[in-house]
């Protein structure tokens, strides 16, 4: 089973881009593709979009279009999540979870997300 | 891409049943056999409880159970547990590789 393994909290003040990593390790594929979700404080789980790392190919949810960008380091399976100008409203507990592997060039998707990283919390503050 | 509607709670009593509902449109809910299901306990990461509507994932109980009818999706936990308790978050293909999460539940075992 692949686990996904995220890089620490960050603290950032309103403005500055914030940039956080999913790593994966284990498991049987050559690659995951890898779906980001967030949670902010008194609310509920939010799906920013997703990457198919050996495709490069991401797609978002409307709202995050432009402000944040998915990209990934398929040689070393570590996928990136960076959004840009983020604002306090973006303080979250940030999730990277697999939504499908890819393997001799195919991939399969899921329509489900398991399994998680632990999470990164990101706290935007002046 | 509006949330999925969810009761903001639901409780019960240790051995009783609840299910908690998950309403979308048929853009996404109605549209696909594509609901998830995920339980999450604060400070960890969410779990995943059903998939494709209705199938459990390897070493989840088979207290949780699940369904779908036009654009509403349902989870059911029957012989209710205090380990139950948890926030429970639908989520649901929305076309063209996006995906919607509804705004979860809060499960409070009495």
């Known amino acids: 089973q692949v686990q996904l393994v995220q890089s620490g909290a960050e603290v950032k003040k309103p403005g500055s881009s914030v940039k956080v990593s999913c790593k994966a390790s284990g498991g049987t594929f050559s690659s995951y593709i890898i779906n980001w979700v967030r949670q902010a404080p008194g609310q509920g789980l939010e799906w920013m979009g997703r990457i198919i790392p050996i495709l490069g190919t991401a797609s978002y949810a409307q709202k995050f279009q432009g402000r944040a960008t998915i990209t990934a380091d398929k040689s070393m399976k570590i996928a990136y999540m960076e959004l840009s100008s983020p604002r306090s409203e973006d303080t979250a507990v940030y999730y990277c979870?697999?939504?499908?592997?890819?393997?001799?060039?195919?991939?399969?998707?899921?329509?489900?997300?398991?399994?998680w990283g632990q999470g990164t919390l990101v706290t935007v503050s002046s | 891409q509006s949330a999925l509607t969810q009761p903001r709670s639901v409780s019960g009593s240790p051995g009783q049943s609840v299910t908690i509902s998950c309403t979308g449109t048929?853009?996404?809910?109605?549209?696909?056999?594509?609901v998830s299901w995920y339980q999450h306990h604060p400070g960890k990461a969410p779990k995943l409880m059903i998939y494709d509507v209705s199938k459990r994932p390897s070493g989840v109980p088979d207290r949780f159970s699940a369904s779908k009818s036009g654009n509403t999706a349902s989870l059911t936990i029957s012989g209710l547990q205090a380990e139950d308790e948890a926030d429970y978050y639908c989520c649901s293909y929305a076309g063209t590789y996006t995906w919607v999460f509804g705004g979860g539940t809060k499960l409070t075992v009495l």
């Open positions: 979870a697999s939504g499908g592997y890819c393997s001799g060039g195919t991939c399969n998707q899921n329509n489900w997300f398991d399994p």
């Open positions: 048929s853009s996404d809910v109605g549209g696909y056999n594509s």
